[in-house]
């Protein structure tokens, strides 16, 4: 005998929507965090100076690869001499950096960031260079494709775990199956 009240489906717990969307949450949060390190590598602090052979004294991040930027290809020779009086050296730029239309034309290394440089420009009066960030192209290239590959993977794993989830919340419940009963057996007519 069945009893008239049968009992409720037994409702799935909802770890997996909760787990999904912690997911999809990080996979947002990770391409931010992305968008917002390549912003900060490519609009570091940028600095003018006059090429007009005077000292001019400048703070910029320590410890940084920076570039002097000029425009149309003026030449332009640059010195310069951090807080504690070391002589900054100027190399090549290693690539080709070219904002608008300033182009990297050499780089330095900013050492503790308190500098006093002195540019002079070879042709002209009133020339003017900037001194602004050089970013890794690797590092670049890599938190570009490392954010993106992250973002996606996490993405995907959330909205896997979210239709799994969902699948198996909303198939119907599976009844159990009948109890046994043997096979039915005419009586012995003999």
Same mark, same amino acid.
């Given at each position: 005998m069945s009893s008239p009240h049968a009992p409720a489906p037994k409702r799935t717990s909802r770890t997996g929507i909760w787990v999904a969307v912690g997911l999809l949450v990080a996979a947002v949060v990770v391409a931010v965090a992305a968008g917002v390190v390549v912003w900060r590598l490519l609009s570091g602090e940028v600095v003018v100076v006059a090429a007009d052979g005077q000292a001019h004294q400048v703070d910029l991040p320590a410890d940084e690869t920076y570039g002097v930027f000029v425009t149309d290809g003026r030449p332009v020779t640059c010195e310069a001499v951090a807080g504690d009086g /070391?002589?900054?050296s100027f190399g090549p730029v290693n690539g @080709?950096?070219? $904002?608008?239309e300033w182009e990297a034309?050499? @780089?330095?290394d900013t050492a503790d960031g308190d500098l006093? $440089?002195?540019? /002079?420009a070879l042709a002209g009066d009133g020339a003017e260079v900037r001194l602004g960030p050089l970013p890794s192209i690797p590092g670049l290239i890599g938190t570009i494709f490392g954010g993106a590959c992250l973002g996606l993977f996490l993405g995907a794993a959330g909205l896997a775990v979210l239709v799994v989830t969902l699948v198996r919340r909303n198939r119907p419940p599976q009844?159990?199956?009948?109890p046994y009963q043997p096979p039915y057996q005419p009586p012995y007519q003999g």
């Open positions: /070391t002589a900054i @080709s950096y070219e $904002v608008n034309d050499r @780089s330095f006093e $440089v002195t540019c /002079t009844l159990p199956p009948p």
